[in-house]
C-alpha cells in the first residue's frame, strides 16, 4: 500500500483497488471473454497526472496500459499485476463553429460525440463510430472507418491535432502539417492507423467536423434468407462498384432481429445514403428485386442515425472471440458467399454474427503509405464476433469462428487492427503492410525502453503458428488470454 499511497500523492485524480467499484466497473470490457487483474486503476484527471504515472511507472518497473471505451478486442487495454490508465474522467469536447472543429478529450465515446453535436443545432457530424459506444481515442488511433468514410474519408483523414504523452512522460501537441520536428511528424503518422497502445497515451484530439450533403440522410436495411446469399452477392459484387461514393452499403450475417416477426440466419444490406432520402431510395432500389423478407427505412439526420443504430453490434460483455478480414474490389465472389452461408449455417451459438464495411470512395484519396492505414484500395472491411454464453463451448466457438476466417483469408488482402486478433498469422503483414518496418522504426525512435508494450505491439516478437483444430490437442489458446509476451 505503501506504493499506492506515493502514487496517489503524485496525481489530482484517483486510483481504485480490486474490489472496489470503481475497479470493478473498469475491468469491465465489452468482450467478457477478456479478463484481466490489474494491480491498480487510475483516473487522471489531465495529461499531467498521465506523465507522472508513466514516469512513477517507469521508475518502479510496472507494467501500464490505457482503458479508453473499453473495447478492445483481446483485452489489450488492461493487463495483469500493472497499472490501467482509465481516460473516463477525460471527457471535455469544445466545438469552433467558425473552423468547424471539435477538440475533445480521449475518454468520450462516439455517443457522447454525437449527442454533443445534436444539443449544438449546429448540422456539424465527425467521420465516426457506427458502435456508439467505442472510445475515440482507439477508435481513431487505429483509422476509424465510418458510414460515411466513403464520401469523407477515414477518421484519421480529419485529424488535425492530438496531445500526446510520450513513453518519458513529455506532454507534447502535434499539428498537421505544422511539425516541430522529424520526430512529431513520424509520430503523427503513426497516430494515423498505427494502433492504439503503442507510441504513447493521445489525451486529447482536434478533428475536422463536416455537413452531410442533405439535413437529413437515407438510411435503410434490407433483411433476406441466408439461402438467397449467392444470387444476392453476385449482384451486389458487381453493383456496388457502380454506385456513388455518397452510398455506403454495409453487409450483416446473423439472425434477424426479433421485430422480424421470424429468427432466421440472414444477409442484411444496410445501406446510409449522404444525400436525399428520395435519392437514397432510388439507388438501394435494385435490391428490392430480391424481395426482402424485412425492412427498416429511416429518413433522419446521420446524428439521430448513429444514436438510434450504435448499439447493434455490442457484445455486452458476454464472451466472444473477434477477427477481421480485408477484401478488394470484386471479391464477394461465389466462393466466398458459399462460405458465408456454410459457417453462418454452422454456427454452434446463434448469437454470433459477422459484417463487412463498405468502403473506397474517398478513403482510397490518400496513398497506403500516406498514412499508417494501409488498406486504402480494400472495399470491405469484414469482422467476425463469434459469441457465446456458455464457458464449457468456448473451444468450439474459437474453432467455428478461427476456420471459418482462414477460409475467407485466402480471398482477402489483410485485417483491421481495430478488430486486433492474437491468434491471426503474420498478423504485422495483415494488418499494417508494408508500413510496418516504417511502424518499428518509430517505435523503437519514441519508446526505445518498450514502456508501451503487449503482446501485438508493432515492435513485439510474437507471431502464433497457423492452427488445426482437426487435432485439438495441437492447439494453443493461451494468446487468448494474455496481454504479454515472454
Not at 220 to 234: A, D, K, M, N, R
Not at 253 to 272: F, H, S
Not at 297 to 308: F, G, K, M, Q
Not at 367 to 393: G, M, S
Request: hydrophobic share 40%; net charge negative; proline share 5%.
Amino acid at each position: 500500500m505503501k506504493l499506492i499511497d506515493e502514487l496517489k500523492s503524485i496525481i489530482g485524480g484517483t486510483v481504485a483497488l480490486p474490489n472496489e467499484s470503481a475497479y470493478l466497473h473498469a475491468i469491465t470490457l465489452d468482450n467478457g471473454r477478456a479478463q484481466r487483474e490489474p494491480a491498480a486503476i487510475i483516473f487522471p484527471i489531465n495529461a499531467k497526472d498521465i506523465a507522472n504515472v508513466l514516469k512513477f511507472s517507469k521508475q518502479h518497473k510496472i507494467t501500464v496500459t490505457v482503458r479508453g471505451g473499453g473495447h478492445s478486442a483481446n483485452g489489450y487495454c488492461l493487463n495483469n499485476s500493472g497499472f490501467v490508465i482509465d481516460m473516463c474522467n477525460l471527457v471535455a469536447k469544445h466545438i469552433d463553429t467558425e473552423q468547424s472543429t471539435l477538440r475533445m478529450q480521449a475518454g468520450v465515446s462516439w455517443l457522447d460525440v454525437y449527442q454533443f453535436l445534436g444539443a449544438s443545432n449546429t448540422g456539424l457530424i465527425p467521420v465516426g463510430g457506427a458502435c456508439s459506444t467505442v472510445g475515440v481515442g482507439g477508435f481513431i488511433l487505429g483509422g476509424g472507418l465510418s458510414w460515411v468514410s466513403r464520401s469523407l474519408g477515414m477518421a484519421i483523414d480529419s485529424l488535425l491535432e492530438i496531445m500526446i504523452v510520450t513513453a518519458d512522460g513529455d506532454i507534447k501537441t502535434i499539428q498537421r502539417d505544422a511539425y516541430k520536428s522529424k520526430e512529431d511528424e513520424d509520430l503523427f503518422w503513426a497516430c494515423q492507423g498505427g494502433g492504439g497502445g503503442n507510441f504513447g497515451i493521445v489525451v486529447e484530439m482536434k478533428i475536422q467536423l463536416h455537413r452531410t450533403n442533405t439535413p437529413t440522410i437515407f438510411g435503410g436495411s434490407l433483411s433476406f434468407p441466408i439461402e438467397q446469399i449467392q444470387e444476392i452477392l453476385s449482384f451486389y459484387n458487381e453493383w456496388i462498384l457502380t454506385v456513388p461514393d455518397t452510398l455506403a452499403v454495409y453487409g450483416y450475417l446473423g439472425m434477424t432481429p426479433p421485430e422480424a416477426g421470424q429468427q432466421v440466419q440472414a444477409l442484411c444490406l444496410t445501406a446510409v445514403y449522404n444525400g436525399s432520402y428520395e435519392e437514397g431510395f432510388e439507388l438501394i432500389s435494385p435490391l428490392l428485386k430480391f424481395k426482402p423478407i424485412y425492412t427498416n427505412i429511416y429518413n433522419t439526420s446521420l446524428i439521430d442515425y448513429e444514436i438510434a443504430n450504435g448499439k447493434f453490434t455490442l457484445v455486452e460483455n458476454r464472451d466472444a472471440y473477434i477477427r477481421s478480414a480485408v477484401f478488394a474490389p470484386g471479391a464477394l465472389t461465389p466462393e466466398v458467399a458459399e462460405i458465408f452461408k456454410r459457417n453462418m449455417l454452422s454456427a454452434p451459438s446463434s448469437e454470433s454474427f459477422a459484417t463487412w464495411m463498405h468502403t473506397g470512395g474517398r478513403i482510397k484519396a490518400k496513398r497506403p503509405d500516406e498514412t499508417a492505414y494501409p488498406h486504402r484500395e480494400a472495399e470491405f472491411v469484414f469482422q467476425l464476433k463469434t459469441i457465446w454464453d456458455d464457458p464449457t463451448t468456448a473451444f468450439s466457438n474459437v474453432a467455428w469462428g478461427y476456420q471459418f476466417v482462414e477460409e475467407l483469408l485466402v480471398h482477402a488482402d489483410g485485417g483491421y487492427v481495430n478488430y486486433i486478433d492474437p491468434l491471426l498469422h503474420d498478423w504485422k503483414v495483415q494488418y499494417y503492410g508494408p508500413n510496418i518496418e516504417r511502424l518499428e522504426k518509430i517505435k523503437k525512435h519514441v519508446d526505445p525502453e518498450n514502456v508501451f508494450h503487449f503482446q501485438q505491439a508493432v515492435n513485439s516478437d510474437f507471431n502464433p503458428e497457423k492452427l488445426d483444430f482437426s487435432r485439438p490437442e495441437t492447439v494453443d489458446l493461451s494468446p487468448l488470454n494474455r496481454t504479454n509476451f515472454k
